[in-house]
């Protein structure tokens, strides 16, 4: 099976802020790699998939890059629903693995 | 209303069975697979199982191999997850979500509610 590990696992940023996430898979997976949104108490949310394309209705300051195994999350400024916990999850190969989680938390 | 809802969750003693439910509408379903999502009480997102669009193929992960089963009635959108010989580790919220189907994009688009499955004695 695929591992992906994400970093940090956690992380306390403030508001306008610019926030990076990392996520590494275990072996080259193209660019199927996908970003996911959880807030307490909600389903989650896709965010970014193929690596780099944003889902339609997620704000801008949302991006994805990264190929093979490397990837990256940015929120280019932080606004105060976007503090959530964020998932990476490998849709290459079955079973399709999720990243640990990092959660996103106001300083 | 493009949606899928989870039921059939509940309290099961461990060694018990459980069979959740998902119910699509608002798309073709047929055209996707469908996967379980679980998150177990404070606990990051697992992925669980799939089955493909025409009900052909499922797959699991290993610590629910044997234990656990998928089917699917394009007929009546609806799919179903049969539990068995059920374990602690179970316990979970479990998510019904859709892939998308496109040349090089698969996400999981589309999330239900999820439905809670306690195991306890």
């Known amino acids: 099976d695929i591992q992906v590990t994400q970093s940090p696992s956690s992380l306390s940023a403030s508001v306008g802020d610019r926030v990076t996430i990392t996520c590494r898979a275990s072996r080259d997976i193209s660019t199927f790699l996908n970003w996911y949104q959880q807030k307490p108490g909600q389903t989650p949310k896709l965010l970014i998939y193929?690596?780099?394309r944003l889902q339609s209705g997620v704000p801008s300051r949302f991006s994805g890059s990264g190929s093979g195994a490397d990837f990256t999350l940015i929120i280019s400024s932080l606004q105060p629903e976007d503090f959530a916990t964020y998932y990476c999850?490998?849709?290459?190969?079955?079973?399709?693995?999720f990243g640990q989680g990092t959660k996103l938390e106001i300083k | 209303q493009v949606q899928v809802v989870e039921s059939g969750g509940g309290v099961v003693q461990p060694g018990g069975s459980l069979r959740l439910s998902c119910a699509a509408s608002g798309f073709t379903f047929s055209a996707s697979p469908v996967h379980w999502v679980r998150q177990a009480p404070g606990r990051g997102l697992e992925w669980v199982a799939v089955?493909?669009?025409?009900?052909?193929?499922?797959y699991f992960i290993d610590s629910v191999k044997g234990r656990f089963t998928m089917s699917r009635d394009n007929s009546n959108n609806t799919l179903l997850l049969q539990m068995t010989n059920i374990k602690i580790e179970d316990t979970a919220i479990y998510y019904c979500t859709r892939q998308r189907v496109k040349s090089g994009q698969n996400p999981f688009d589309l999330w239900g509610q999820g439905t809670m499955v306690t195991v306890s004695s």
């Open positions: 999850q490998q849709s290459h190969f079955l079973p399709y693995t």
């Open positions: 193929s690596a780099a």
């Open positions: 089955i493909s669009g025409d009900g052909l193929n499922t």
